[in-house]
């Protein structure tokens, strides 16, 4: 069974750091792409990021929106995937998900963790 | 970025109803490869999305056939038959062939 668990939300000030982490078990982490997207509440899903698997060297592909505030990592030995994020601002404050990336869509994702921007 | 529209915001459904959800892009989503990567995702109040369709009409794993998706360029439909309780949720369409990969603002499909 796919399994993905986030951690590491929390309150944080403007203008600070966060990263959360993302444990996956269920499948062969190295074969996968990973994303990370965002949910605002009450709102849409915005898709961050992905990191690509083995095949294709583990490389990234960012939302301009937050192409160089946010990095996406991976951990292949802890099948661990990570989303540092810097910078934050109040408009980051959302629910994180990370998601199994497959044909092109998301086909698992996490119970998501919770990140507020606020002073 | 591709721009995902979908109609209706809302729409209200009798148990054993049917409904069709719209999404239009505003780009064509067939891929260089001839595929056409736009998916449906279903979010059940409180839970994360899950994937129901994937490439226009292919249903995921475990998604029943009361769902089905067509369409093709940059105009879609999810339809749903005999609407059951657990089918209430937010709908959203997301397409996959161009990055950033993007959403729809999503469709609230709700008891009469």
């Known amino acids: 069974e796919v399994k993905l668990l986030e951690s590491g939300g929390g309150l944080v000030q403007p203008g600070g750091s966060l990263r959360l982490s993302c444990a996956a078990s269920?499948?062969?982490?190295?074969?996968?792409?990973m994303s990370w997207i965002r949910q605002p509440p009450g709102k849409a899903p915005e898709w961050l990021g992905v990191?690509?698997?083995?095949?294709?060297?583990?490389?990234?592909e960012y939302n301009p929106s937050v192409k160089g505030r946010f990095t996406i990592s991976r951990d292949n030995t802890q099948n661990i995937l990570y989303l540092q994020m810097n910078t934050l601002r109040a408009e980051d404050t959302a629910i994180y998900y990370c998601?199994?990336?497959?044909?092109?869509?998301?086909?698992?994702w996490g119970q998501g963790v919770m990140v507020t921007v606020s002073s | 970025d591709v721009v995902m529209t979908q109609t209706p915001v809302s729409l209200s459904v009798s148990l054993g109803g049917q409904v069709s959800i719209s999404c239009r892009s505003s780009?064509?989503?067939?891929?260089?490869?001839?595929?056409?990567?736009l998916s449906w995702y279903l979010q059940k109040p409180g839970q994360s999305p899950q994937l129901l369709i994937y490439?226009?009409?292919n249903r995921f794993s475990g998604i029943s056939d009361r769902f089905s998706g067509s369409g093709s360029g940059t105009d879609f439909t999810l339809k749903i038959s005999r609407v059951e309780p657990d089918d209430l949720g937010v709908y959203y369409c997301?397409?996959?062939?161009?990055?950033?990969?993007?959403f729809g603002a999503g469709t609230k499909l709700e008891l009469k």
């Open positions: 998601a199994r990336y497959y044909g092109y869509n998301f086909d698992y």
């Open positions: 990191i690509r698997n083995k095949a294709n060297g583990y490389t990234t």
């Open positions: 490439k226009v009409s």
């Open positions: 997301g397409q996959g062939t161009q990055y950033p990969n993007t």
């Open positions: 269920g499948f062969t982490f190295t074969d996968f792409y």
């Open positions: 780009q064509s989503l067939v891929h260089n490869n001839g595929n056409t990567y």
